[in-house]
C-alpha cells in the first residue's frame, strides 16, 4: 500500500518531539506515513526538523514556510505542532484544503477556538485526531481495565494533586502568556482528559485559581544554562535564547471541586508555583478499594488497596483477565498485558507519539476510529476553562456553559484579540 504523504506544520520544540515519535513507528516498521513536508515560517526551525527526519527516516522532507506550499506536495494529512495560538487558524485551512490532521493539545487556544476546529472537521468529514498521550499509556490503559472491571467497586472519589515548580519557567516563556496558552492550559488538559478518560464526563466545577508568581526566571538562559524542565531534551536549544526573567500574565494554579455526571466528586489541585515539598497525588476511591495511579510516562506501577491489602505487583493482572493493549501499543512496548514497564523517559514519549500516528493512520487508510477527537479534545479545553470561569465567576459552572460559550469572561478577552467575537 502507497505511503501516505504526512507534513509536520510548527518545527519547533514540539515538531521535534512529534517527529522522534514517527521515527519510532517507522523503526518499529509499523508507519504508514512517508514525510513530505517540514512547514515552518521560521525556517531555520524547518530546516532542522529536515535534517533531523533526514538522520532518522532516511529521506529529507521538503521545507516550506506555508500550507499553500504544501498543495504541491501532495499532502493528505498534516500534524499540526504550532504553538496554540495558531491551531485553530491552521487546522481550518487544512481541513478546507480537505487533508486530514492531528492537533497538539490543547487543540485550540480557547473553547470558542476548538468548537470552530470541531464545525470545520464536522462539516468536511476529514478525520482530525487531538494528540492526547497521557491516555495511551499502559499504566493508564491498565488502571482503567481495572476500574472498569469493578476491583473497587463504584467510583466515588477521584484525587489529582500535582503541586511544585516554584518560580521557575515551565518549558517556554509563551506557557506562562495568557494570550498564548498558560501553564494550566498547557498541562491542565492533559489532566482534564485523564479526569474524563477514567471516570466519564465532568458536569460541575467550581475553582478558585491563582497567579501565584508573576516573575518567572529561566534557568537554561545564558552560556551555562541548565533547565528543570525540558521534556524529551528538546526545548534546550531555544529556552537557551529566552529571557533569564520575564512577566507571566497567566494563573499557574487551580483548586477545583468536580461533579461527574455519574455522581462521583473529584478533587483537584494543579499548582506550578509550589515551594518546599513537591506533590504528586492520583487516586480512585471506590466503595470496595482505591487505586493509586503512577505519573504518566514513568512505567510506574499501580497499587490496589483493599480488603486490608496493597497489591502492586503482576497479580494485578490476574483481575482483569481480557487486558489487553491495541496492537500499536503492544508492538511498541514490548507487550499486550503490561503491568509495568522500564524505558527512559525519552523512549517512553517516542513511544506514546508513536501510538497516536498508528492510530491516524488506521483511521485514514481504514476507517478506523480516533479516541480523542476534536469533541473530546474542546472537552478537556473547557474544563480546563471551566476552573478559570468559575474563579471569575464566584460560583459553580456546569461544563455545558462553558461548552456552549455561555460563560467566557475569562477567555474574552483572548477571544477578542484572536479576531473570534
Avoid at 499548582?271 to 487505586?291: E, K, M, P
Amino acid at each position: 500500500m502507497d505511503k501516505i504523504p504526512l507534513a509536520i506544520v510548527g518545527c519547533g520544540g514540539m515538531g521535534h518531539r512529534h517527529l522522534y515519535g514517527l521515527a519510532e513507528l517507522h523503526n518499529a516498521g509499523l508507519s504508514p506515513f512517508e514525510l513530505v513536508g517540514a512547514c515552518d515560517p521560521v525556517r531555520a526551525n524547518a530546516e532542522s526538523l529536515a535534517d533531523d527526519a533526514e538522520e532518522r527516516l532516511g529521506t529529507r522532507p521538503q521545507v516550506v514556510e506555508s500550507l499553500e506550499e504544501l498543495e504541491a506536495l501532495g499532502v493528505v494529512a498534516v500534524d499540526i505542532t504550532t504553538t496554540p495560538r495558531f491551531h485553530h487558524t491552521v487546522a481550518e485551512e487544512a481541513i478546507a484544503r480537505g487533508w486530514h490532521a492531528m492537533i497538539e493539545k490543547p487543540v485550540g487556544l480557547t473553547v470558542r477556538a476548538s468548537n470552530r476546529i470541531q464545525q470545520a472537521a464536522e462539516r468536511s468529514g476529514s478525520i482530525v485526531s487531538v494528540a492526547e498521550n497521557y491516555r495511551r499509556d499502559p499504566m493508564n490503559r491498565l488502571g482503567k481495565a481495572l476500574l472498569d472491571a469493578g476491583v473497587i467497586g463504584s467510583p466515588r472519589l477521584m484525587i489529582h494533586n500535582t503541586i511544585g515548580g516554584g518560580s521557575h519557567m515551565t518549558i517556554t516563556v509563551w506557557r506562562h502568556q495568557k494570550n498564548q496558552s498558560g501553564v494550566l492550559l498547557d498541562v491542565g488538559v492533559h489532566f482534564s482528559d485523564i479526569l474524563e478518560f477514567y471516570l466519564g464526563p465532568v458536569h460541575t466545577v467550581y475553582a478558585q485559581s491563582r497567579l501565584h508568581e508573576p516573575i518567572r526566571y529561566n534557568p537554561a538562559a545564558g552560556p551555562s544554562g541548565s533547565s528543570t524542565s525540558n521534556p524529551a531534551g528538546v526545548y534546550g536549544r531555544w529556552q537557551k535564547e529566552m529571557p533569564a526573567q520575564f512577566e507571566a500574565t497567566a494563573e499557574d494554579a487551580s483548586y477545583a471541586t468536580l461533579l461527574f455526571e455519574n455522581g462521583a466528586v473529584g478533587q483537584y489541585i494543579e499548582d506550578h508555583a509550589g515551594h518546599g515539598q513537591g506533590v504528586w497525588t492520583r487516586q480512585i476511591h471506590g466503595s470496595a478499594g482505591s487505586l493509586e495511579l503512577p505519573s504518566d510516562r514513568s512505567g510506574q506501577l499501580i497499587t490496589l488497596h483493599k480488603d486490608g491489602e496493597s497489591i502492586c505487583d503482576e497479580s494485578l493482572l490476574d483481575l482483569v483477565p481480557d487486558f489487553h493493549l491495541e496492537p500499536m501499543t503492544a508492538a511498541l512496548f514490548g507487550g499486550d498485558r503490561l503491568w509495568g514497564y522500564d524505558f527512559p523517559f525519552q523512549e517512553t514519549d517516542r513511544k506514546l507519539l508513536a501510538a497516536e500516528y498508528g492510530e491516524l493512520g488506521l483511521a485514514i487508510e481504514d476507517g478506523g476510529d480516533i479516541e480523542v477527537d476534536a469533541a473530546q479534545g474542546a472537552r478537556s479545553v473547557a474544563l480546563t476553562y471551566a476552573m478559570l470561569e468559575s474563579n471569575v465567576a464566584g460560583r459553580a459552572l456546569t461544563m455545558e456553559e462553558v461548552l456552549s460559550e455561555k460563560v467566557d469572561a475569562y477567555q474574552l478577552e483572548i477571544d477578542e484579540e484572536l479576531g473570534l467575537v
